[in-house]
């Protein structure tokens, strides 16, 4: 995950990564990002720009897990992802367009199989 922030040239300052339950990320995004669906992960940055990175990173253990069977690869890989997901947010990446979404999934992949992150 450190070497993701380097590669990016970002450096850390402060980072949490907290492992939950569907229904504690969905009340989550219900509350802060007034989205009223489950996810898998959710980033929150609260460091200035320019500024070495601080964050927090929420994962939602029962939906990376069902994520896995659903791709058909291992709940190690798919943690792996989300973690690295959620540092490319940390980043400055964003996937609201399909176009963003595409880079940062090729991101994704890049750390994941290069296991580089």
Not at 14 to 23: G, I
Not at 27 to 54: C, G, M, R, S, W
Not at 82 to 96: E, R
């Amino acid at each position: 995950m450190l070497r993701a922030f380097r590669n990016e040239k970002k450096s850390l300052k402060q980072l949490n990564v907290v492992f939950c339950s569907d229904k504690f990320l969905l009340d989550i995004n219900k509350k802060f990002l007034k989205h009223n669906f489950f996810t898998d992960v959710i980033t929150f940055q609260y460091n200035k720009k320019n500024a070495p990175v601080e964050g927090e990173i929420f994962i939602s253990v029962q939906s990376v897990r069902s994520n896995a069977k659903k791709f058909g690869t291992t709940l190690r890989d798919e943690l792996h992802r989300v973690i690295i997901h959620g540092v490319l947010h940390l980043c400055g990446y964003n996937d609201k367009t399909p176009k963003a979404k595409s880079a940062v999934r090729k991101k994704e992949n890049t750390y994941l199989f290069q296991r580089n992150f």
